[in-house]
């Protein structure tokens, strides 16, 4: 049996026609949902999520084309859009009674989540962030030789065919490898979760791949026209990250405070799977923004 969450119920929800999320639920109290991120499904969250349950309501799913959640065709540059993602995030939680909540998310889940937040603020009551830049300045600031960091950006933008094949080829060395490259420390993944992630990220190619090259067509077209609009986040955020700033050159908490007035900005010195990683720094950031 793959691993779960435990005291959490798993259900099948369905979002809009012919999509249906994977979802793990547990607790009352004020709605939290997560979101997780790549390679990886829910279950990222499991520890953050058991010590959230105590006293919220905690939704916790695999996002469209993750996962246990339904992977529709890439149809349109739609079907993977944050927006559409986010719209996902906003439907499971009214379907589940919730018609406003707090909402985290972690590398993709967090571009979700940012997304939610500009396009659903009358729902979405704080954000938090982990590890990860709005997509425009995403690509404002990799430049160079320092974007070698995120070659796999560059190879999952391409027309669809040729990184799919790719890929699939090699799923479980292409998948491993940023889970052994980003992480601090390796005995966070046990080999039962990290087996989960490689299997179910294995199942999901084609749309794995779809969201990412969303995230280079019009997810930026999104994010440009929110920038020039001067739409910002009402609610307030809590962004965490490593310190890569310096690094790559770019004042990390200048670009969120662009997008988020009320804004607290934090590094960490755990790796990217920082919920896995150091759940307890975690936990403690999110009840501090909840408060």
Do not use: C
């Not at 520890?47 to 905690?58: F, G, I, N, W, Y």
């Amino acid at each position: 049996m793959p691993p779960t969450i435990p005291d959490f119920e798993h259900r099948r929800v369905t979002v809009t026609d012919g999509v249906a999320l994977n979802v793990a639920v547990a607790g009352t109290g004020r709605p939290v949902v997560l979101l997780h991120g790549f390679p990886q499904t829910h279950l990222m969250w499991r520890h953050v999520a058991a010590d959230l349950a105590a006293d919220h309501a905690v939704i916790v799913p695999d996002l469209r084309g993750y996962g246990g959640s339904d992977k529709p065709a890439e149809t349109g540059d739609g079907t993977y859009s944050k927006r559409t993602m986010a719209a996902d995030v906003v439907a499971l939680a009214a379907a589940l009674g919730h018609e406003r909540f707090a909402l985290a998310g972690h590398d993709r889940g967090a571009l979700v989540a940012f997304r939610a937040g500009l396009d659903h603020p009358d729902h979405v009551t704080h954000l938090a962030v982990l590890d990860v830049l709005p997509t425009l300045d995403m690509w404002d600031v990799l430049h160079g030789a320092s974007a070698v960091v995120a070659f796999h950006l560059y190879l999952m933008a391409q027309p669809p065919g040729l990184p799919e094949r790719l890929i699939a080829a090699s799923a479980d060395e292409f998948f491993g490898y940023f889970l052994d490259q980003w992480g601090a420390r390796p005995e966070a993944i046990p080999a039962d979760v990290r087996a989960e992630y490689l299997r179910a990220s294995a199942a999901a190619v084609p749309s794995i791949v779809a969201d990412y090259r969303a995230s280079a067509g019009i997810d930026v077209e999104h994010d440009a026209a929110d920038r020039a609009a001067g739409r910002r986040l009402p609610m307030p955020v809590t962004v965490v990250q490593q310190d890569w700033g310096a690094a790559l050159g770019y004042d990390a908490a200048g670009l969120w405070k662009a997008w988020a007035p009320d804004l607290r900005h934090t590094t960490t010195t755990a790796g990217h799977f920082m919920a896995e990683e150091a759940p307890g720094a975690i936990v403690a950031e999110l009840r501090d923004l909840l408060r």
